[in-house]
Nanobody, 127 residues
């Protein structure tokens, strides 16, 4: 599965951005996109990668983005989205989408659980 995140950019605090993560690849010929858990992670300069949100049978969010970010998926387009509202300077980071074949034994908030990773997209929020 290949993943490609897009939609990043430079915005001011309080603005909104919508990221997209499109998936493709031969694996999707055999397994439905709905069979995959998709997650969003981010990594700010000088910091470790952190969990943002993930969609399994429900969507979970990090406390830092809860109420501001909304994750959705369009299974017909093999695409997930991250709507980010009321952006703050501390949201500045490279955002990555990732996926793994859904397994109840895995924790979607842990990055090492994910098998497929896309190139990130940079979000910069100025104050």
């Amino acid at each position: 599965v290949q993943l490609q995140a897009s939609g990043g950019g430079l915005v001011q605090a309080g603005d909104s951005l919508k990221l997209s993560c499109a998936s493709s690849g031969r694996t999707l010929s055999y397994f439905s996109f709905t069979s995959f858990t998709i997650g969003w992670f981010r990594q700010a300069p000088g910091k470790e990668r952190e969990f943002v949100s993930a969609n399994v049978d429900r969507t979970v969010y990090a406390d830092s983005v809860k109420g501001r970010f909304t994750m959705s998926r369009d299974n017909a387009k093999n695409t997930v989205y991250l709507q980010m509202n009321t952006l703050k300077p501390e949201d500045t980071a490279v955002y990555y989408c990732a996926a793994y074949y859904t397994n109840p034994g895995r924790n979607p908030q842990i990055g090492s659980e994910y098998v497929y990773w896309g190139r990130g997209t940079l979000v910069t929020v100025s104050s």
